[in-house]
């Protein structure tokens, strides 16, 4: 079997909830030896989110996968001593309390620094560590909004739209695990020590939701909703087809314009002149939009489709997770995995998000119960003797 190509990282994860977890959630999935920290009785936020199983946390599951879950309360004074032996040899340490908290607990970056100075801080927060927002809670929907994400989405006329879920977590997590790893780079490449990394959660959908920055500093334009279509192209929709299903086409060049208009036999539109560029069929996008609803009116989503294909077009179907589940691509590809676990027996989940041809990662198991590696932590990694373990934990220390 091919060795993780992280095996030698390890991490201690001082995070909650989705965006700060997520970082060693992907960092887990490549071999990081990631150890969570939770609150004896709290635990992680996720512990509570529906939906459940039997009263097991489903969302948990997934983000807390390959982790090493054990608990500490950072607020007993003897927890220092224990967070700073995990940090002796530690590459990373992930947090997302809001700014000065960790400052509060003595973990701030210069203490960590002083214990470990090759340890990279991964520091997220809604705002980051500076600015007069800092110290404002937020999560993933108010950084939708903040960001200039949901004024964005939904149908002209209509409110803002928010994403169904930690769609800004996602994303902020993502953008974490690759500033862990660059920061990695440069200490064991160029100068053998650590940093601090300052991240937010507004910032990923911020630089996600186009050109806009560009397009207002340069001509004044702000985008505003138009429900599925974009200011700089068409056909660019969803179009109901006969079945009541939906075909999405996305038209980014002349040659695709040229394919769409062979597909639904209108190879007449080619004549107009300013049908031939983006900026005159924007022009006409209402015009499109109804030839392109009229003839997948009259097909059924796999006939739409399969015309589409035949021509080399961008389309496809709208899938909801049931549909997934079915789908031959995805099965060919195996992004659903299926993980043993304790309390469920099996889950499945998505995979990892990318392959790797010699070193690919691998999801080893789903998240642990409150504190289940305690005992291994504690006493095999740091040396500590059963007798100290359980004063820790009868003080509520662990």
Request: charged letters at 25%.
């Amino acid at each position: 079997m091919a060795h993780l190509p992280l095996k030698n990282i390890k991490v201690i994860e001082l995070a909650n909830g989705l965006a700060g977890p997520g970082i060693a959630t992907f960092l887990s999935d490549f071999g990081a030896d990631v150890i969570k920290i939770e609150h004896p009785k709290k635990g992680d936020m996720l512990r509570t989110y529906p939906l459940m199983k039997d009263g097991v946390p489903l969302y948990f599951k997934i983000i807390a996968r390959n982790k090493k879950t054990i608990t500490l309360d950072l607020h007993a004074e003897q927890s220092k001593e224990i967070l700073g032996d995990l940090l002796k040899d530690a590459d990373v340490l992930t947090e997302s309390f809001r700014p000065g908290v960790m400052e509060r607990f003595g973990f701030g970056y210069e203490a960590v620094k002083a214990i470990n100075p090759r340890i990279v801080m991964a520091r997220l927060s809604a705002y980051g560590q500076t600015g007069p927002n800092s110290k404002k809670p937020g999560f993933a929907t108010v950084a939708d909004a903040y960001s200039g994400l949901a004024y964005q989405q939904g149908q002209p006329g209509s409110q803002p739209l928010l994403a169904p879920y930690g769609y800004s977590d996602q994303i902020a997590a993502i953008i974490g695990s690759y500033a862990v790893m660059t920061a990695l780079y440069e200490r064991d490449t160029i100068s053998d020590e650590g940093q601090e990394l300052d991240l937010t959660i507004y910032q990923g959908p911020f630089n996600f939701v186009g050109p806009h920055v560009t397009w207002y500093d340069q001509i004044g334009y702000i985008t505003e909703r138009m429900g599925n279509r974009v200011p700089n192209a068409a056909p660019r929709n969803l179009y109901k087809t006969k079945d009541n299903k939906w075909l999405v086409v996305a038209c980014s060049s002349p040659s695709m314009f040229e394919r769409i208009c062979t597909s639904i036999e209108r190879r007449d539109l080619l004549e107009q002149e300013d049908l031939l560029t983006a900026e005159g069929r924007v022009a006409r996008v209402d015009e499109i939009d109804d030839i392109m609803q009229a003839w997948a009116g009259t097909k059924t989503l796999d006939e739409a489709l399969a015309i589409m294909e035949s021509n080399e077009v961008a389309a496809g179907p709208v899938l909801s997770v049931q549909d997934i589940f079915e789908d031959p691509h995805y099965t060919a590809r195996g992004d659903i995995t299926t993980v043993d676990d304790d309390e469920l027996g099996q889950v499945k989940m998505q995979n990892v998000l990318f392959g790797m041809s010699r070193t690919p990662g691998n999801i080893r198991f789903a998240g642990q119960k409150l504190g289940a590696y305690n005992n291994e932590i504690f006493g095999e990694m740091l040396g500590y003797s059963d007798e100290k373990i359980a004063e820790l934990k009868k003080k509520g220390v662990i």
